[in-house]
């Protein structure tokens, strides 16, 4: 009639899942939770690749450019090609002035003598004159139109900012780089942009130097 009053024993799953509950109380217990304080933003580090700089040109800076270049194109020339160019008018010249001489006084002296200078101008000698007589007028004219230039010159290309508008070249669009006496010249399609020495402190040439020798243009 009367029960024995003992408690009825444990199941094995029961143990188990009493022993699994008491440790995970243990373990969350013993759990470090830890807030980071909120990280701001960090800005892109400059591009320290990139030069500023303002160039108002002379006329003797301009001249010089052209002449050098002028005369760069010259020596590339085959030296057969070379010998030819002076020769050539050379040999004109001393025969118009030959006629002229036998021509005796009257227009038709003038006219050889005419004849002789017109080759004599043709020699490569008389580069530097015509470089003068020609590049002077163009160089006003153009001085007129953008007398300051702005360069921005990095990664990218050059770009130079005028009161005629704005020019920008990737150093794809560079097909070369030269240097003058006077300065740097930037080669591209159907133009060129010179850069005078004077323009550019030592870290900025480096820094320009460096820039043109990356894009293979050194």
Do not use: N
């Not at 001489?101 to 080759?119: D, E, K, M």
């Not at 008389?126 to 160089?139: H, K, L, R």
Request: charged share 20%.
């Amino acid at each position: 009639m009367f029960g024995t009053g003992h408690p009825r024993p444990l199941h094995r799953k029961e143990v188990a899942m009493h022993v699994v509950r008491q440790q995970e109380q243990r373990l969350d217990s013993h759990t470090l939770t830890v807030d980071l304080p909120d990280i701001p933003p960090v800005a892109p580090p400059p591009d320290v690749q990139a030069i500023r700089f303002d160039v108002v040109y002379t006329l003797a800076e301009y001249l010089g450019f052209l002449g050098d270049h002028l005369a760069f194109q010259l020596s590339r020339a085959p030296r057969g090609v070379r010998v030819r160019r002076t020769v050539v008018p050379l040999a004109c010249a001393l025969a118009a002035a030959a006629a002229a001489w036998i021509a005796g006084p009257g227009a038709l002296r003038t006219g050889f003598s005419a004849c002789a200078a017109v080759a004599l101008a043709c020699c490569p000698a008389a580069a530097g004159a015509w470089v003068a007589v020609v590049g002077t007028p163009v160089f006003f004219i153009k001085k007129r139109r953008m007398p300051h230039c702005a360069f921005l010159i990095d990664a990218h290309g050059v770009e130079r900012w005028t009161r005629a508008g704005t020019l920008a070249r990737s150093w794809v669009d560079i097909q070369d780089v030269r240097r003058y006496r006077r300065g740097y010249l930037m080669l591209y399609d159907r133009g060129a942009v010179a850069i005078p020495f004077r323009c550019m402190d030592r870290e900025q040439e480096a820094v320009f130097r460096r820039l043109a020798a990356r894009a293979g243009k050194a």
